[in-house]
């Protein structure tokens, strides 16, 4: 191995391979932030544009373009069906109570009713108890989140998902569900508090995505640069290794 390179020894060339594969995953990473950016901001677009329309009844909507749609449902709640899911309002953890709306045309469609504290961590919640009989409820139309089947409806769950809690109720649930704004008659009491949809922000992921490149460009730079010094120090070894050699053959 004497007479190769010292760039060209193995421990090198793993290293060298090692910065290739660096930076293709952080570049990748970059791009992978501006998409999930690129989402977000569809996603933000697609809620203004839904909600800037004027409410209509339930039963009109059809497809996905009527996703973060305000409308407006007549009907029962189910009170032998309650489910609640891990959320927070303004910093402090606690529920949002899930509850089925029969619908007076047909169909049943899950809502989510509001906010409650952290204590009330068993449904049914008796201090947020539906109104029993006909009523007009408003909300916006949300898409129904991805989760696992359990063996059973638990009582808490950590995602909105209707096809899940429609496998263990004596009904099928509409894809999309309801978020609460108001309804009439209304709450009688303080629970559950109706709460706003998600804020429309972008999110953190287009500084992420700088700070993927920077990570970068770090690498791109920073390696050639230690390869020179390297080489630079490697150069004054064998220059001085040369003038040591020299002088002990003048010596003999």
């Given at each position: 191995?004497?007479?190769?390179?010292?760039?060209?020894?193995?421990?090198w060339?793993?290293?060298?391979?090692?910065?290739?594969?660096?930076?293709?995953?952080?570049?990748?990473?970059?791009?992978?932030q501006l998409?999930?950016?690129?989402?977000?901001?569809?996603?933000?677009?697609?809620?203004?544009?839904?909600?800037?329309?004027?409410?209509?009844a339930l039963?009109?909507?059809?497809?996905?373009?009527?996703?973060?749609?305000?409308?407006?449902?007549?009907?029962?709640?189910?009170?032998?069906?309650?489910?609640?899911?891990?959320?927070?309002r303004?910093?402090?953890?606690?529920?949002?109570?899930?509850?089925?709306l029969?619908?007076?045309?047909?169909?049943?469609?899950?809502?989510?009713?509001g906010?409650v504290?952290?204590?009330?961590?068993?449904?049914?919640?008796?201090?947020?108890?539906?109104?029993?009989g006909?009523?007009?409820?408003?909300g916006?139309?949300?898409?129904?989140?991805?989760?696992?089947?359990?063996d059973?409806?638990?009582?808490v769950?950590?995602r909105?998902?209707?096809?899940?809690?429609?496998?263990?109720?004596?009904?099928?649930?509409?894809g999309?569900?309801?978020?609460?704004?108001?309804?009439?008659?209304?709450?009688?009491?303080?629970?559950?508090?109706?709460?706003?949809?998600?804020?429309?922000?972008l999110?953190?992921?287009?500084?992420?995505?700088?700070?993927?490149?920077?990570?970068?460009?770090?690498?791109?730079?920073?390696?050639?640069?230690?390869l020179?010094?390297?080489s630079?120090s490697?150069?004054?070894?064998?220059?001085?290794?040369?003038r040591?050699?020299?002088?002990?053959?003048?010596?003999?």
């Amino acid at each position: 191995m004497a007479g190769v390179r010292w760039w060209l020894r193995p421990r090198w060339i793993a290293g060298h391979l090692l910065v290739i594969v660096t930076i293709v995953a952080f570049v990748n990473f970059g791009f992978w932030q501006l998409r999930r950016h690129d989402d977000k901001r569809d996603f933000n677009d697609a809620v203004e544009r839904a909600a800037s329309l004027p409410a209509i009844a339930l039963e009109e909507v059809s497809g996905d373009d009527a996703l973060y749609r305000r409308v407006v449902a007549t009907g029962e709640y189910d009170t032998g069906v309650e489910v609640l899911v891990l959320r927070s309002r303004e910093g402090l953890s606690g529920y949002h109570v899930l509850t089925p709306l029969r619908l007076v045309g047909g169909g049943v469609v899950l809502v989510d009713r509001g906010w409650v504290p952290p204590e009330f961590d068993e449904p049914p919640v008796a201090p947020a108890r539906p109104i029993e009989g006909v009523l007009e409820v408003t909300g916006y139309l949300w898409p129904s989140e991805e989760g696992s089947m359990p063996d059973s409806l638990p009582a808490v769950v950590s995602r909105i998902d209707t096809s899940v809690i429609g496998a263990f109720t004596p009904y099928p649930l509409m894809g999309p569900y309801l978020l609460l704004q108001a309804q009439d008659p209304e709450v009688p009491g303080e629970l559950p508090v109706p709460v706003e949809p998600p804020e429309a922000s972008l999110g953190p992921h287009l500084g992420y995505a700088g700070q993927w490149f920077l990570f970068t460009a770090v690498v791109v730079i920073g390696y050639p640069i230690l390869l020179w010094r390297t080489s630079r120090s490697q150069s004054a070894r064998v220059r001085a290794s040369r003038r040591s050699n020299t002088t002990d053959a003048r010596e003999s």
